[in-house]
């Protein structure tokens, strides 16, 4: 009876795998934009952070739009506004925190934690959206660095770690976005151990000659390669170009092969 009882709730799993698998494949046809929210969290719980998610308004969030407006026309989609990122309730709890050494068990174990954590903490907004992106926000007066952010295709929720203060719009909108594809499949296109962006994908324009320095990122490469050695981060997403390999991942190009006729 107990075997019977665990297989069947074993299938209905794997069918719903299946099908958010399915689902999550067949919506990258582009005939519809993606909704995205975007919910703050303050992540070091200080009322430095509080004031800054106050003043967040979603014209804050306007260039992403935008940007990815602009990213698609390059790549002849048919789209006006492929993306439109809604500005949700601030949520109060915070995310099950990915992995530090990622093991494929612990990696498996933090995603479905983090989907359903997702599922118990989504407020309404106007569109129901296909990407749920939680910004950690903490203060730059007391944290130098930010931990790694990730995202997952799988159910298209992003765990993104932000400066909260108007002087890193610019650089947030960066990391958000590269986060944002990551949830619509693209791969990171640099080296994990060096940070240095991998040729010719995770370059903007592999084809430039002199090839160095380049003069934008490729938003999944993450910096803009000056030398073999060196890359700088880029400043504003006006520093960054989506290739054509993620392009191809995402659903905008229907073969890396194609030339997009432009840089
Ligand atoms: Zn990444």
Redo the contacts with the bound molecule.
Sequence with gaps: MWRKLRIIVLLMILVTVLKQTWLDKADLDWNDNFYVVVYPINADGTPEVDRYIKTLTRADFEPIAEYFSDEAKRFGLNMRRPMEVQLGARVERRPPVPPEVASALKTIIWSLKFRYYAWKNSPKVAVTPKIRMYLLYYDPAIHNRLGH???LSKGRVGYVNLFGSQAYHKKNAVILS??ML?TLGAT?KYDLSTTLPVYPDGYAEPEKSPRYPQDFAEL?G?RIPVSDTQAEIPKNLGQTLIGDKTAFEIGWLKSTLKSTGGK
Excluded: C, F, K, R
Aim: proline share 0%; glycine share 12%; hydrophobic share 20%.
């Design positions: 952010s990730t995202a590269h986060e990551h990171d999944m993450g």
